[in-house]
């Protein structure tokens, strides 16, 4: 697997060739505790789908890149959204992308798009987190008894060469007292590319309630709720997703200037 260097850190990541030369590069931003290696076969499925070539990377903390130095601060999306992507997609030539994020890697995405003054054809996002909820910090905090008893460390292990920095990078932030205020609903209407929401009715970290605000922010926000779906649409309903996926971009591409 290649690696480079942004803001100061090695970061694993991989390509994935789509079929359309013409097409903008996608960018996948994965979850609080994911990886490139957790994403699976799913960024090929999504290539082979849509015609694009996909990119996905492990960030800082995260599968076989580098480990947290440092725990995160309650401003860590903004860092990555508004540092390290922007020299990662220099870096590998990635301009004009399409960001797809999941959980907070989509709360990631809806940042560079509104703050990173910087050209994004457009940005999809699964189960994405725009405020912080009780009730997903509650299922955090399960994870956290899940971890402990070891069953979890274990399953996560296998996609994380340090997992104690991916698990704990990722719950001690979320569960710190300061992280309750987290929130990005100001920034969404500065977001002018085209936007795809998808969540899963069960979710088991947040409620419809993030849609229902990120369309206030974006109105023009495309929504899709999937039934039988939880935190990870592109897992439990991959076929919707990546039909919902291709009509979003052949629509929004052939339209937005």
């Not at 590069?25 to 082979?48: I, R």
Request: net charge negative; hydrophobic share 45%; glycine share 8%.
């Amino acid at each position: 697997m290649p690696f480079l260097s942004a803001n100061g850190h090695r970061l694993e990541y991989a390509w994935y060739a789509g079929a359309r030369s013409d097409a903008p590069p996608m960018v996948m931003l994965h979850q609080g505790l994911g990886s490139l290696a957790l994403w699976k076969d799913f960024p090929q499925q999504l290539a082979t789908a849509t015609g694009h070539r996909v990119l996905a990377y492990s960030r800082l903390g995260h599968g076989k890149s580098d480990p947290l130095a440092r725990p995160h601060g309650v401003d860590f999306m903004h860092v990555e959204a508004l540092e390290t992507l922007p020299q990662l997609l220099d870096s590998l030539g990635a301009h004009n992308p399409v960001l797809f994020g999941h959980s907070e890697g989509g709360s990631m995405a809806l940042i560079h798009a509104a703050r990173a003054h910087r050209s994004v054809a457009g940005v999809v996002v699964l189960a994405p987190h725009v405020f912080v909820e009780r009730y997903g910090l509650d299922s955090i905090a399960a994870a956290r008894g899940a971890y402990l008893d070891g069953e979890l460390r274990a399953k996560l292990a296998r996609y994380h060469d340090d997992v104690e920095s991916a698990f704990w990078g990722w719950n001690d932030i979320w569960l710190h007292p300061d992280f309750i205020t987290w929130n990005i609903e100001a920034l969404l209407p500065e977001i002018v590319c085209p936007v795809l929401a998808i969540q899963g009715v069960d979710d088991e970290y947040g409620t419809m309630e993030q849609l229902d605000r990120l369309e206030r922010g974006v109105p023009g926000a495309r929504r899709l709720e999937l039934a039988a779906c939880g935190h990870s649409p592109h897992r439990d309903q991959p076929d919707a997703v990546l039909a919902a996926v291709t009509g979003f971009l052949e629509h929004s591409l052939r339209t937005f200037p």
